[in-house]
């Protein structure tokens, strides 16, 4: 029972974030609504990062963010980021429906090189570091597409967009 809560919770929030990513406009994908702030393509190649991320959860037990690189190239079409968001899911998936209770339970640490910057069970790690970390980018990313003015889907109900067709 706590598996199928967890798969749903995970499965549910990954169908609304394609949902998001189907909108963006290949055009402004070098879009930055500051200059501090990532592009609209980074931002979105940063979703698929955490969708690798939430695989190594799986995979490994532990993840050193010193051994990658600090920032990818961003994705230059909308296309490709549909097939790697969607590949990744694949992945994502098949990884949760062969896992456990006992594997969701088992500690997960998240380093930077001898720095400890969490330890917890899979299973919170996967809501936490994976999920709610992309749901936080993804409303980054409705902000974007909202500046743009682009039409934005629901995600937990109809969107101001949807309420007014």
Request: glycine content about 6%; aromatic content about 6%; charged content about 25%.
């Amino acid at each position: 029972m706590i598996k199928q809560l967890i798969i749903g919770d995970a499965l549910h929030e990954l169908a609304t974030t394609r949902r998001i990513l189907e909108r963006l406009p290949e055009e402004h994908l070098t879009w930055k609504p500051h200059v501090k702030s990532m592009s609209l393509g980074g931002l979105a190649t940063h979703l698929i990062n955490l969708l690798n991320w939430q695989i190594a959860i799986f995979l490994y037990p532990e993840f050193d963010l010193s051994t990658v690189p600090n920032r990818r190239e961003a994705l230059e079409k909308s296309e490709d980021v549909l097939k790697e968001f969607d590949a990744n899911v694949i992945k994502l998936e098949k990884l949760l429906s062969e896992c456990d209770e006992n594997a969701l339970g088992e500690e997960w640490t998240l380093r930077n090189g001898e720095h400890i910057i969490l330890s917890q069970p899979r299973a919170i790690a996967l809501r936490t570091f994976g999920i709610s970390h992309m749901i936080h980018h993804r409303a980054q990313l409705g902000v974007y597409l909202r500046l743009l003015d682009i039409p934005l889907p629901g995600l937990y109900g109809p969107s101001a967009d949807e309420k007014s067709k």
